[in-house]
């Protein structure tokens, strides 16, 4: 026997929409799709199940009354002129944020069970300090001269170069240009250039590896 499930339609499109699938292609795998949303016909638990991993949605949300309201927990990212409030971000983004916060996470408390003292420089700074000073400041915590960068032959030495110097103090840098492992899911670095997840223990820095400028 077929178990058939009855959803709102809004759930329905406010997953497509969340996804950043085209209908077609939600079309192509799901034929009947439309007359989910029409109502006029039901998808089965599988149905269901495997509408939710396509479109990257909690399977648990399709029994909500309302679509969630999904806030970053980041209050801004880098984008490529600037940077960014979050305001809709994409699923891949809020997956990838999140991946990171579990990483993050995971490593502050293996730090504390080690006994590892809170890092100095997190938070030492604010948006009201002098710029010319917090860039001195960030130089002496890396220990880097003024013209660090010149001394390697090509940027992409020196890039490699930084990534280790700021590892070596005690950041996370994580580079990557999809969602996880996951090669059908490419991070749009037009939507995002990185993030950092401030921590007094495990600091995150992330860099969108799809964007030309990163190097995994």
């Given at each position: 026997m077929v178990v058939r499930v009855a959803i709102k339609p809004v759930l329905l499109e406010w997953a497509?929409?969340?996804?950043?699938?085209?209908?077609?292609?939600?079309?192509?795998?799901?034929?009947?799709?439309q007359q989910w949303l029409a109502e006029s016909y039901q998808p089965s638990f599988k149905q269901l199940e495997d509408f939710a991993a396509f479109t990257y949605t909690p399977f648990g949300y399709f029994f909500l009354q309302a679509p969630p309201?999904?806030?970053?927990p980041i209050p801004l990212y880098?984008?490529?002129?600037?940077?960014?409030?979050?305001?809709?971000?994409?699923?891949?983004?809020?997956?990838?944020?999140?991946?990171?916060?579990?990483?993050?996470?995971w490593l502050r408390d293996y730090l504390i069970e080690r006994g590892a003292d809170p890092l100095s420089f997190v938070q030492s700074a604010n948006i009201h300090?002098?710029?010319?000073e917090v860039a001195r400041h960030i130089r002496k915590t890396l220990k880097l001269t003024t013209?660090?960068?010149?001394?390697?032959?090509?940027?992409?030495?020196?890039?490699?170069?930084?990534?280790?110097?700021?590892?070596?103090?005690?950041?996370?840098?994580?580079?990557?240009?999809?969602?996880?492992?996951?090669?059908h899911r490419?991070?749009?670095?037009?939507?995002?250039?990185?993030?950092?997840?401030?921590?007094?223990?495990s600091p995150l820095l992330f860099i969108n590896g799809a964007d030309g400028g990163a190097k995994n």
């Open positions: 497509i929409k969340r996804s950043g699938r085209s209908m077609s292609e939600i079309e192509h795998k799901f034929p009947k799709v309201k999904e806030m970053l880098r984008t490529l002129d600037s940077y960014q409030e979050p305001n809709e971000a994409s699923v891949n983004l809020m997956d990838t944020i999140q991946t990171m916060q579990s990483r993050q996470n300090d002098n710029v010319a013209d660090w960068a010149a001394k390697h032959t090509t940027w992409t030495d020196a890039l490699n170069f930084l990534r280790e110097t700021i590892e070596d103090i005690g950041i996370l840098v994580v580079v990557n240009g999809i969602v996880g492992n996951n090669t490419k991070l749009d670095p037009q939507e995002f250039r990185g993030f950092v997840l401030v921590d007094e223990y």
